[in-house]
């Protein structure tokens, strides 16, 4: 076996307990990697490799220096990897034999705190999750850069737990290592998180304050789970963490993983980015907790009717109240992250300019005060009272630290004079040494009648007095003694400058070192009140959301809904996203109603009319009353749903490489096992993944299961023409279509929504749209007018390329009875004849066909 240079030997021990992780080993001003490691970092980093010669072969190695390593960490962490940092823990001029060497923090992309890795308006969760063997998980949140814990128990089984994690933005997920395989599996693939593992659930005494609210042996030993591993990879003061807030699940509305991804409530489907989310449109905070908090918001949507309707009634009031509003807006811009301070401060990484900037946020506390009592709105001001203006904060912070400090914390000029004692003396000391020095100057200048003598001073020499060549003749002699020779003067010091030298720099270097004691002392104070400033940022953020879901109702015109019990009704509904990507005023608005009557609405309508659109404008104004903002529309009786489930069609599916007809059934099942008769479901062009027979027969199972045993507000929308039949026997669903009208051979979509089934299609004329060459749909004007003619009696047109093959499948029966004159031909073509397919359900029509066949074959 080779072996390594004790060197090597150490960092290959430590490597072995960071075996997941970049291992960054510190050797000088470099942090070194090795092996796979180098190998690894080299490709993603692009940074070259090298190698250091070992026993036997060389040993691959890169490194990044030290003081650029932050992006470099940066970009590996953003990767999904985990980065080890490991330092020289001893000084290397007094170590014997190899330096002492320690990983003293584990950087992982659910735990980072470097302001640089944080997307400011992002929240960065961590979460855990524990299996309990009655079937129940917990699962355990937290984002380390504000404190933020959160607890959610799940007794609902694993399929829930996926849901439940799929709506939540974490980027990293611990687990027990004996968490069964392929529900790790699962994690990994659908979630696409760092997984990482942590089989120590006992409960460390340090976090007993943590956990006072807990009397669930779960939801301890959940919790336990995820602060070891914080304390494990962080190792250090986790003073900021607060309690866990218990998450009951009931009390909000449950999206199901693919509602939040189908709707873009955060993001788009397409790029991933917020631009053209519901987010984006609403996003009307100034502060970055604000924008986080609105975001929260957006993946829980309320129940409770009163929490509702006084977040609506906030809304109002910051909705009327204009001049105001602004004012408010604009204090608020002076508002620091406070959440996110309060984590640093526990970190110990804030240094004096920030806490200058803390106290200015304060200090804009009471005229924000000020501001919201001028609404004079009662729950404006019951948010109000709760604002406190930490006035003893402000006051030490005001005594204590000047107004523009440096960045550094260690180089003095930091603490105000006044505030110590023993610093004031350091710094008279220095002062009046100064003060005595430029006295000395001019005593010097009189005494030797040289008008260009002064005294400087430099790191090297210290304090001189310096006197031109041209005037050397004028020093009496003994007096100075030479320390340094320029080209046209000489330096000269005194023993008397050199004692006054002495006391100066003593003071100075004293007072640096005392300032910087005062400064950690500060903070360490500023400690004991992150829980106020906690509380402080969460007021201040839910007054941000508020005033910015009336900035963007004003801006948008949107009101006030009402919450009914059953008839849900909505006047000239606008999609809140897509009316703000068109030009102002061409967005067509659409009313809609369903109550217990009238369920089910089955949209049809062509390609491209407007059914999708139509759709998810319900759901989007449902979740936006239901977080307490205006909607877009002219009037909203809303009914509070308690989930939202959608499916979207394979056709429409632009998302996963997964197999889309599986996929689309699994949706589907979820919808139906999960739904109430307070449920929303979306039901957009299900069935198409598979082939017509299949998919149409499919699709109308699950409407009619849905409508005899959920009864829950759906909306469906399809191509399959066939199924608008169902009208006559599903007495709660009912008919809706999107019109397009023709003009001079072209298709014109008209957007609106009206009752009854749509009576043609205009997939040629899509197509058309689209400049497929014209040859081509020429031949399919061509193919269709022979499709209608085997219609005969019926005028109906097909919907759709599915069609085509149904209908070529009767021409071909057609054919084949001509071409076989001796059977039965007579009877069988007087059959199809007669066949009335529009009544049909595809499986008669099938049954039929193979009566059909059946009695060609005798
Ligand atoms: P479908 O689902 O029927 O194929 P979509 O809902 O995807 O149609 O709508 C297609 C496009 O039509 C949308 O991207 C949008 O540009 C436009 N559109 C839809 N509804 C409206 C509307 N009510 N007013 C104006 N344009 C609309
Ligand atoms: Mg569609």
């Known amino acids: 076996m080779a072996k390594y240079t004790p060197m090597m030997e150490q960092y290959l021990k430590i490597k072995a307990d960071y075996k997941d992780a970049f291992l960054f080993f510190r050797l000088g001003d470099f942090y070194e990697m090795f092996f796979e490691d180098a190998i690894n970092a080299a490709r993603e980093l692009e940074i070259t490799l090298t190698k250091r010669a070992g026993q036997d072969e060389p040993i691959p190695m890169c490194g990044v220096p030290y003081h650029s390593a932050a992006n470099y960490i940066k970009n590996l962490v953003e990767k999904g990897y985990k980065v080890a940092i490991c330092e020289q823990v001893e000084d290397p001029k007094t170590a014997k034999g190899v330096v002492k060497r320690e990983v003293v923090q584990l950087i992982t992309p659910g735990t980072v705190m470097e302001s640089n890795m944080l997307d400011e308006k992002d929240n960065n969760y961590i979460a855990s999750l524990s299996s309990f063997e009655d079937g129940s998980y917990v699962i355990a949140y937290n984002d380390l850069s504000t404190g933020e814990n959160k607890l959610a128990l799940i007794t609902t089984g694993w399929d829930s737990v996926i849901h439940e994690l799929y709506n939540q933005p974490i980027k990293e997920i611990v687990v027990s290592s004996s968490l069964d395989e392929d529900c790790q599996k699962q994690l990994k693939d659908r979630l696409q998180v760092t997984l990482s593992y942590q089989d120590e659930v006992n409960f460390n005494a340090e976090y007993r304050d943590l956990c006072e609210n807990l009397n669930d042996e779960r939801l301890m030993k959940a919790f336990s789970r995820l602060l070891n591993y914080i304390q494990h990879t962080q190792k250090r003061s986790l003073d900021h963490l607060q309690q866990a807030e218990i998450i009951q699940l009931n009390d909000y509305l449950s999206l199901d993983m693919y509602s939040k991804r189908n709707l873009e409530l955060t993001q788009t489907m397409l790029r991933k980015g917020k631009h053209g989310s519901l987010l984006w449109v609403l996003d009307k905070t100034v502060t970055a907790m604000g924008s986080r908090t609105l975001k929260k918001w957006l993946e829980r949507p309320l129940l409770n009717k009163h929490e509702i309707e006084k ?45 200058i900037q ?135 010091i005194t023993p008397e400058l050199k004692e006054k030298e002495q006391l100066i720099l003593e003071a100075e270097e004293k007072s640096v070192d005392l300032e910087y004691e005062l400064f950690l002392e500060i903070r360490e104070q500023m400690k004991e009140h992150i829980p106020e400033l906690q509380h402080l940022s969460d007021v201040v953020s839910n007054i941000d959301v508020l005033q910015g879901f009336a900035t963007v109702s004003e801006a948008n015109n949107y009101i006030r809904p009402r919450f009914v019990d059953s008839k849900l009704e909505i006047k000239n509904g606008r999609h809140p996203v897509i009316e703000k990507v068109m030009d102002e005023g061409s967005f067509v608005p659409n009313d809609i109603h369903l109550d217990n009557d009238k369920s089910i609405l089955l949209i049809t309508g062509p390609n491209m009319s407007g059914k999708s659109t139509y759709m998810r404008q319900l759901a989007l104004t449902a979740i936006m009353g239901q977080i307490g903002c205006f909607v877009p529309c002219d009037k909203a009786n809303l009914i509070i749903f308690d989930q939202i489930f959608t499916r979207i069609g394979a056709a429409d599916d632009l998302v996963s490489g997964q197999s889309t007809f599986m996929v689309e059934m699994l949706e589907a099942n979820h919808a139906i096992q999960h739904a109430t008769s307070n449920s929303l479901i979306l039901l957009d062009e299900i069935g198409r993944g598979t082939s017509t027979y299949d998919g149409m027969a499919l699709a109308q199972a699950i409407v009619e299961y849905i409508h005899d045993n959920i009864q829950a507000k759906t909306l469906f929308s399809t191509h399959y023409h066939e199924l608008t039949s169902l009208e006559e026997s599903l007495t709660h669903l009912k008919n809706v279509h999107v019109r397009a009208e023709e003009f001079e051979g072209n298709v014109v979509f008209l957007h609106k929504v009206k009752d009854g089934a749509a009576d043609e299609s205009y997939g040629i004329h899509v197509a058309k749209l689209a400049e497929l060459p014209e040859q081509l749909i020429d031949r399919a004007g061509v193919i269709l007018k022979q499709l209608e003619a085997t219609e005969t009696k019926h005028t109906r047109t097909s919907e759709s390329s599915n069609q085509l093959s149904f209908f070529d499948e009767v021409n071909e029966v057609l054919k084949a009875t001509k071409e076989q004159e001796e059977l039965p031909v007579q009877s069988i073509a007087e059959d199809i004849k007669n066949l009335n397919l529009l009544e049909m359900t595809p499986l008669e029509a099938i049954n039929e066909l193979y009566r059909l066949q059946k009695k060609v074959s005798k």
Request: charged share 30%; glycine share 6%; no cysteine.
């Open 311 to 355: 977040r609506l009634e906030t809304v109002q009031g910051f909705y009327h109240g204009f001049m105001e509003r602004d004012a408010l807006r604009e204090t608020l811009k002076s508002v620091y992250d406070l959440e996110r301070l309060a984590g640093r401060i526990a970190y110990g990484n804030v240094n004096a300019r920030d806490l």
């Open 358 to 492: 803390l106290k200015k946020s304060l200090n804009k506390i009471p005229e924000m005060i000020q501001i919201l009592r001028q609404f004079e709105h009662e729950e404006i001001n019951q948010l109000t009272e709760q604002l406190n203006y930490p006035d003893h904060l402000v006051t030490l912070l005001e005594d204590s630290l000047v107004e523009d400090p440096p960045i550094s914390i260690k180089e003095g000029s930091i603490i105000k004079d006044g505030y110590h004692e023993q610093l004031d003396k350091y710094r008279y000391a220095s002062r009046n040494g100064k003060q005595w020095i430029a006295e000395l100057e001019q005593k010097e200048k009189q005494e030797t009648n040289i008008k260009s003598l002064k005294i400087g001073y430099n790191r090297v020499f210290g304090y001189y007095i310096e006197v031109t060549k041209a005037n050397l003749h004028l020093l009496p002699e003994g007096k100075y003694e030479r320390k340094q020779t320029l080209t046209n003067a000489e330096r000269f």
